[in-house]
Structure formats: structure tokens, C-alpha cells
């Protein structure tokens, strides 16, 4: 499987083999699952605070389209097949079918969104990195909203204040990390785009 060189991942690694996108997309799992595992519960919501979508932003920017929207899938796939690599190490298919299923069905379409944005070279610049990440956060977030309140059978108002609310310092917290260090490291690897 090859996927287009115009990601930061295939600029780096421009050969890349079946082995290599393998571990490439083992390595994206445990990203992922590590950065599920910073999890701060939130008092009255069923969904917890996370570093998991700072991981998304990241992997879908980094591996392009193609490869972010594998290995995302893979981290699923390997979820509900029991590995703990959901918050809080907790795994099965209820992750995908409950409560906090829409944000991680969200999370897999932004993998993919992002890359397509990657393919337009919008995370090499300060000016379209951050707007880039924000455009993910928010298909995160409008999937996690939407399947919460369907989930629950909750109002707006209960789904806002325990969806969205608490999250909102430290999305705009990952947004200007993922947004700022993606620009950062393209100058280090093509001092050309300086």
C-alpha cells in the first residue's frame, strides 16, 4: 500500500515500504493510545478530557489522508477487539456505540479531513495551520455533540455544558500546539519553504 508523498510523514520518508507503513501505523496506535490515557474525568458528563484529540490533529496532519484515516481505524479496530487503549484503558464496542462514540467517530473523519488539508500544504503555515486544526477540532466536536445528545436523550443545554463546555481551554490548548509546532518542524525538514 502506498499513500501520496505531500505529508510530512512521506517527505521525511519518501521511500516508504509495506513494513515501514506498518509500523508507522503501530506506532500511530500507540500514540493515540497513550494519549487517550491523559484523561481527566468531567463531574456530570459521560465523556472525559483527554490528549487523545491533540493525537488526531497530529497523526492526521503528519501521515496525510490515506495513512491517518488506517491507522485511526486501526486504533478502532483495536479497541473493540479488547485492547485497552480507549481513556481511562477501557476497550470494547460500547466505546463506539455510547456515550463518547460520536467524538471517536468524529476524531476518524478529522484524521482524514486533516490529511486532505496536509495535501494542500495548509499545515505549513502559521496562517492555515491553526484555522486547519480548529476546521478538525470542530468535526470532532459537531460529531461528539450530535451522537451525545441523541445517546443520552438530553437538551441542548445539558449537552452543551457536559460535551463542550469543559473542553473548550484545552482544545484551544491543542489547536496552538498542533498548529504552531506542524509549520515548526516543515522548516526544519525543507528549509527551502523558509
Not at 503501530?26 to 490528549?51: C, E, H, K, R
Request: without cysteine; charged residues 10%; aromatic residues 10%.
Amino acid at each position: 500500500m502506498s499513500f501520496p508523498a505531500t505529508s510530512l510523514r512521506s517527505t521525511v520518508l519518501p521511500q516508504s515500504s509495506m513494513l515501514s507503513t506498518a509500523a508507522l501505523a503501530a506506532g500511530g496506535v500507540l500514540f493515540l493510545a497513550a494519549m487517550a490515557q491523559i484523561a481527566i474525568p468531567v463531574p456530570g458528563s459521560p465523556v472525559p478530557v483527554t490528549g487523545q484529540t491533540l493525537g488526531v490533529l497530529l497523526i492526521g496532519t503528519t501521515y496525510g489522508s490515506g495513512l491517518g484515516l488506517a491507522t485511526f481505524a486501526t486504533y478502532l479496530l483495536a479497541g473493540i477487539a479488547g485492547a485497552p487503549v480507549f481513556a481511562e484503558a477501557s476497550f470494547g464496542v460500547e466505546k463506539i456505540t455510547g456515550a463518547t462514540g460520536g467524538y471517536l467517530i468524529g476524531m476518524m473523519v478529522a484524521t482524514y479531513l486533516l490529511g486532505l488539508l496536509a495535501k494542500r500544504r495548509l499545515d505549513q503555515r502559521f496562517l492555515t495551520s491553526l484555522p486547519s486544526m480548529l476546521f478538525g477540532t470542530l468535526i470532532i466536536f459537531s460529531f461528539g455533540l450530535l451522537w451525545l445528545h441523541h445517546f443520552t436523550g438530553k437538551d441542548w443545554a445539558w449537552t452543551i455544558a457536559a460535551g463542550l463546555t469543559p473542553f473548550i481551554v484545552g482544545e484551544a490548548i491543542k489547536i496552538a500546539i498542533a498548529g504552531t509546532s506542524l509549520p515548526i518542524l516543515w522548516r526544519l525538514v525543507n528549509p527551502a519553504k523558509r
